[in-house]
């Protein structure tokens, strides 16, 4: 019984060039494409362009809406945040004034 023989550089090159041609011979065999298959061809791919700016232009709706809520929240939390407005030194002093006198006057 012969052990296995690992083919040579020569057999290897050899066996890829025909590979090549073999590969070649494939695709000269293929017809060339008819002008009808290209017109199909080019309708699907106007189609495929059409539903992608479809998505695309929804996809952009979407995102314009989001941003447009995000914009809303973050305006109605500032509106929140600020609340009522802190009162300037002579409103605490003249609320401080009215409660002393008021105490004053409680007291008589």
Do not use: C, I, S, W
């Not at 019984?1 to 590979?19: L, N, Q, S, V």
């Not at 070649?24 to 791919?45: C, G, H, I």
């Not at 106007?46 to 929804?58: I, S, V």
């Not at 109605?76 to 300037?88: D, F, I, L, S």
């Amino acid at each position: 019984m012969a052990g296995y023989k690992a083919p040579g550089f020569a057999e290897r090159t050899a066996a890829a060039a025909a590979a090549r041609t073999a590969a070649l011979a494939r695709l000269k065999a293929v017809p060339a494409p008819t002008a009808e298959e290209l017109a199909e061809r080019a309708r699907k791919a106007a189609e495929r362009e059409a539903l992608a700016a479809g998505k695309r232009d929804a996809a952009r709706a979407a995102r314009e809406a989001r941003e447009l809520v995000a914009r809303e929240r973050k305006q109605a939390a500032e509106a929140a945040a600020q609340g009522k407005p802190q009162p300037t030194e002579e409103e605490r002093k003249a609320a401080r004034d009215a409660r002393y006198a008021a105490r004053k006057n409680r007291a008589k």
